[in-house]
């Protein structure tokens, strides 16, 4: 059974900095597409960032493009979303996802397996 664990989570002002955590049992992150989605009240799921088991550059949603960056260690089957200069606007649910694609996709059903998520809130 495959399980998703978010962690890192948090109250933070505007400009700090957090750290989530995603730690999968039952999936080998170095084996799939690993990716990070966010959901504020009443949005829809967004896109932040993904990481493809193929290599190559990480992908990311425009609004989080160079503040946020996503890695993965392989030893500790855990992926990680540092989140650097937070805004208001950067608060949501934030979700870790697995999947089979070869890229670091944005599109939701290309990840079969989900996290619970994390609240994540920017004050202003």
């Known amino acids: 059974q495959v399980q998703l664990a978010e962690s890192g989570g948090g109250l933070v002002q505007a400009g700090g900095s957090l750290r989530l955590s995603c730690a999968a049992s039952?999936?080998?992150?170095?084996?799939?597409?690993m990716g990070w989605f966010r959901q504020a009240p009443g949005k829809e799921r967004e896109f932040v960032a993904a990481?493809?088991?193929?290599?190559?550059?990480?992908y990311y949603g425009d609004s989080v493009k160079g503040r946020f960056t996503i890695s993965r260690d392989n030893a500790k089957n855990t992926v990680y979303l540092q989140m650097n200069s937070l805004k208001p606007e950067d608060t949501a649910v934030y979700c870790c996802?697995?999947?089979?694609?070869?890229?670091?996709?944005?599109?939701?059903?290309?990840?079969?397996?989900w996290g619970q998520g994390t609240q994540v809130t920017v004050s202003s």
């Open positions: 990481t493809s088991w193929s290599g190559g550059r990480p």
């Open positions: 039952g999936l080998t992150v170095r084996r799939y597409t």
């Open positions: 996802a697995g999947g089979a694609t070869a890229l670091p996709s944005p599109a939701l059903w290309e990840y079969a397996y």
